[in-house]
């Protein structure tokens, strides 16, 4: 009887990681809903959603892996396609790299220096490929001119003259700098996902952790 009451104490505790997990995700999700997209000019210290083109900062264009393309980002990857041992199709990367290096973005209003090397969520999708047999060579990436939107922190000094370093956009109160290509409202995706994960685990074990203690908790108050 102790073993299983101990067990639906670790069950409720994991359940209860879970959960703040959970309500992290959903704080980003508040912060990024509630974080207004507004011209670069009329920006100020703090969260910022911002929408524009890019263009190369101070340390210029970075060559891709693969496809030796002048780019700001790159994720690359070679993966081989096999059959496992029951016959099924399988996919595995034989070889992975990501390069990225700040740039400026542009709204038409003002710019803004992101510092992209800090991201910890781009969804970008340029892809270009190469197919060889059973192996792909694949690249997605972020270059100039391209159109995006990011959420981020915003610092710097925002009486700089022209020429002088803009204010920069660095990872958002949780650590976490996003960048999309395919719409704003894209920024929310890795959330979105999580948040339904962590949920998903924390009502899992809860409610193990529960259905086990419950019963010994009742039968203890009805001796």
């Known amino acids: 009887m102790a073993a299983r009451t101990v067990f639906a104490v670790l069950l409720l505790a994991v359940g209860g990681w879970f959960h703040s997990k959970a309500w992290q995700s959903f704080t980003s999700l508040g912060r990024i809903r509630s974080a207004q997209e507004v011209p670069i000019a009329a920006l100020?210290?703090?969260?910022?959603?911002?929408?524009g083109k890019v263009l190369p900062g101070p340390n210029g264009l970075l060559r891709s892996h693969y496809f030796q393309a002048d780019c700001l980002y790159y994720e690359y990857r070679k993966t081989e396609e096999y059959r496992d041992s029951d016959g099924d199709r399988r996919t595995r990367t034989l070889e992975s790299e990501d390069g990225a290096v700040s740039f400026?973005?542009?709204?038409?209003?003002?710019?803004?220096?992101?510092?992209?090397?800090?991201?910890?969520?781009?969804?970008?999708?340029?892809?270009?490929?190469?197919?060889?047999?059973?192996?792909?060579?694949?690249?997605?990436?972020?270059?100039?001119?391209?159109?995006?939107?990011?959420?981020?922190?915003?610092?710097?000094?925002?009486?700089?003259?022209?020429?002088?370093?803009?204010?920069?956009?660095?990872?958002?109160?949780?650590?976490?700098?996003?960048?999309?290509?395919?719409?704003?409202?894209?920024?929310?995706?890795?959330?979105?996902?999580?948040?339904?994960?962590?949920?998903?685990?924390?009502a899992v074990f809860c409610s193990a952790g529960a259905g086990l203690g419950l019963p010994s908790v009742y039968r203890r108050l009805r001796r």
């Not at 100020?44 to 929408?51: E, F, Q, Y």
């Open 104 to 202: 400026l973005l542009n709204d038409g209003h003002g710019l803004v220096l992101v510092e992209l090397p800090q991201a910890s969520y781009v969804d970008v999708q340029r892809k270009q490929s190469t197919v060889e047999g059973n192996l792909t060579w694949y690249e997605n990436r972020l270059e100039s001119d391209d159109e995006v939107w990011v959420y981020g922190e915003i610092i710097g000094d925002f009486s700089a003259l022209e020429g002088d370093t803009p204010p920069q956009l660095i990872p958002g109160p949780d650590g976490i700098l996003r960048l999309s290509s395919e719409g704003g409202g894209r920024l929310l995706g890795i959330d979105q996902l999580w948040f339904m994960l962590w949920g998903i685990f924390a």
């Open 44 to 51: 100020r210290a703090g969260p910022a959603r911002l929408h």
